[in-house]
């Protein structure tokens, strides 16, 4: 047996094998030989989501494609790329560069297998975009069958496999229209809740990609805004400013202490809180302002590790749903120790897919992990739950959530389609686990 740990060590699983095919052919021959033989099969990515999702369960066989990971082609003149499943987003972040593409969107995390990002629904902010999913124009996959299929964004079963929770069988190729190389001007500010509501939809509308965070137990509020530019690129110096000090030294391993302390003393999170609102939001009627290219002006360095909760609901509920968690979290007395981060995604029409049929706000919290040491946060992820349900909220697919069957039967008009096409595609379940079980009741 072997041991697989996924980044947040939040879940655990215990394959019988990993192993690390290097061709398509090598995938459908195994794909084949567990399907004989019974042996549950799961492909893992880069281990980012914060559930069980990508584990095979102790009898069964993980995949990694890590090795399975090259550019097949780009086409310049469209601006697409395919791929071999396995590709981590940072290596083709450096091809497209070198080929001057840029990814059309990114979340803040940029280390995921492009694959496990598709299969969860990954996404960024900016409501003239969609899940990262949404720019593959075609997937290719080795079936629960061991059949080789392509699925191209013009055919009817795209809306299937665009969010297929790695259900469907294994992805080995994608093709991803991306763009002309660009840069973003990154605008930080702060804001007070009010004048955000009062500006929201000339905030949507009127930058490419717009998201906002509160800083618990405070009266903060900081405004994202990126926008494509060709400003001239910001300085080595302040980059490494904004990435290596601010960002990794100050935002992780700094606050990392401060919280280890605040985990024997968990009434110490309002101060610790006020103090890196302090040292990393604008001051007051202060602008900050940068320029670089888009995949570092979307990233954030995660070091410090944690847990999460993310839920999408009606973008028209966004300050209904942010009050009431704000409310919650007074009358509670929970201590929540990280930004709240608040997100917006256009709609499409997967049918597993978060932001089916309408945009939406995305609405995460997170509790760290200082130094291993575990607050207790059970409480606080079930009262969001419990307030992101009422809004007919969807979970994200890669982090944590605690609803039933039902929940996700009433909040997905697909959801019992979704079954009856993985059940069809993989009679014997092979790529089932308990995950997938747990969602089916
Ligand atoms: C620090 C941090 C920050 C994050 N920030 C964001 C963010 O900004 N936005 C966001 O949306 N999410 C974010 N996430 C969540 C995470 O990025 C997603 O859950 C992502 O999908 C994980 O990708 P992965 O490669 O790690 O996949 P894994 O977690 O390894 O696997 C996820 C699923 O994909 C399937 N899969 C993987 N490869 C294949 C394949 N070739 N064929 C079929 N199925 C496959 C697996 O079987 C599994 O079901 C963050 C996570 C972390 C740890």
């Not at 987003?89 to 593409?101: E, M, Q, S, T, W």
């Not at 389609?417 to 686990?433: L, M, S, T, Y």
Request: glycine share 6%; hydrophobic share 40%.
């Amino acid at each position: 047996m072997k041991d697989l740990k996924n980044w947040a060590r939040t879940a655990l699983c215990h394959p019988k094998e990993i192993l690390y095919p290097t061709s398509q052919e090598e995938i459908v021959t195994l794909v084949k030989s567990c399907k004989q033989s019974n042996t549950p099969l799961k492909v893992v990515g880069a281990k980012h989501s914060y559930n069980d999702i990508f584990c095979a369960g102790k009898d069964g066989i993980n995949i990694s494609l890590k090795a399975f990971n090259n550019i097949v082609n780009i086409d310049h003149q469209k601006h697409t790329v395919k791929v071999q499943a396995g590709i981590r987003i940072p290596h083709l972040i450096k091809i497209l560069k070198a080929n001057k593409l840029s990814l059309k969107n990114l979340g803040t995390n940029v280390f995921d297998s492009l694959a496990g990002a598709c299969s969860t629904g990954y996404h960024g902010s900016g409501i003239a975009h969609g899940i990262f999913a949404s720019d593959v124009l075609a997937f290719e996959v080795v079936s629960p069958q061991g059949e080789v299929k392509i699925i191209k964004n013009s055919d009817e079963a795209f809306n299937i496999y665009a969010v297929g929770l790695g259900m469907l069988g294994v992805i080995t190729h994608i093709t991803l229209q991306c763009e002309p190389f660009y840069k973003l001007e990154v605008i930080e500010k702060r804001m007070p809740f009010e004048e955000i509501e009062a500006n929201f939809k000339t905030l949507l509308k009127e930058n490419d990609h717009f998201k906002f965070i509160w800083i618990p137990h405070t009266e903060d509020f900081m405004v994202w805004l990126g926008n494509r530019s060709d400003k001239e690129e910001s300085s080595s110096f302040k980059k490494w400013m904004t990435y290596g000090w601010t960002g990794v030294v100050v935002n992780n391993f700094f606050h990392e202490l401060l919280l280890f302390v605040a985990s024997f003393k968990r009434d110490l999170v309002p101060s610790i809180n006020r103090l890196m609102s302090k040292i990393l939001l604008p001051k007051e009627g202060e602008v900050a302002q940068s320029v670089y290219p888009s995949h570092w002006a979307f990233f954030l360095p995660h070091v410090l590790k944690q847990d999460v909760v993310e839920y999408a609901f009606k973008i028209e509920e966004t300050f209904d749903v942010f009050g009431e968690l704000i409310e919650m979290i007074k009358e509670r007395g929970i201590y929540v120790d990280t930004p709240i981060e608040v997100r917006f995604v256009k709609k499409d029409d997967y049918w597993l897919s978060p932001t089916q049929g309408e945009d939406v706000c995305f609405i995460g919290t997170k509790i760290h992990f200082p130094l291993r040491r575990q607050p207790e946060y059970t409480r606080y992820f079930t009262e969001v739950d419990k307030i992101l349900l009422a809004h007919s909220g969807r979970p994200h697919w890669g982090k944590q959530f605690r609803i039933t069957t039902e929940d996700f039967k009433k909040n997905y008009k697909k959801w019992d389609d979704f079954w009856e096409f993985v059940d069809k595609e993989d009679p014997k379940g092979i790529f089932q686990n308990a995950f997938s079980k747990r969602l089916r009741g």
